[in-house]
């Protein structure tokens, strides 16, 4: 069975750094691309940022980019997102998404940025 588990979140003060891992089970990993999604309270889920099944492409959200940085180590089945300069508008749950015929959810990890 398709599992992604998300780990790494925390409570951090701004400016910190956090570093979040989705481990894949259950499918060919290295063969799909992945993403990362968050979804703040009261507010839509949004994408934060993919990455091609190889690593060699990236996409962030316009709000992240210069922040944070999403790599894979297909040898290991994980997706990584390390964030940097977390500011509190980044506070939300952050999932791990893999897409193939169905779309697929890891069981969020929170992230909460305050002082």
């Known amino acids: 069975q398709v599992q992604l588990v998300e780990s790494g979140g925390a409570l951090v003060q701004p400016g910190g750094s956090l570093r979040l891992s989705c481990v894949a089970s259950?499918?060919?990993?290295?063969?799909?691309?992945m993403s990362w999604y968050r979804q703040a309270p009261g507010k839509e889920r949004e994408l934060v940022a993919g990455?091609?099944?190889?690593?060699?492409?990236?996409n962030y959200a316009d709000s992240v980019k210069g922040r944070f940085t999403i790599s894979r180590d297909n040898a290991k089945n994980t997706v990584y997102l390390q964030m940097n300069s977390l500011k509190p508008e980044d506070t939300a749950v952050y999932y791990c998404?893999?897409?193939?015929?169905?779309?697929?959810w890891g069981q969020g990890t929170q992230v909460t940025v305050s002082s």
């Open positions: 998404k893999w897409r193939s015929g169905q779309i697929y």
């Open positions: 259950g499918f060919t990993f290295a063969n799909y691309e």
């Open positions: 990455i091609s099944n190889g690593g060699g492409w990236t």
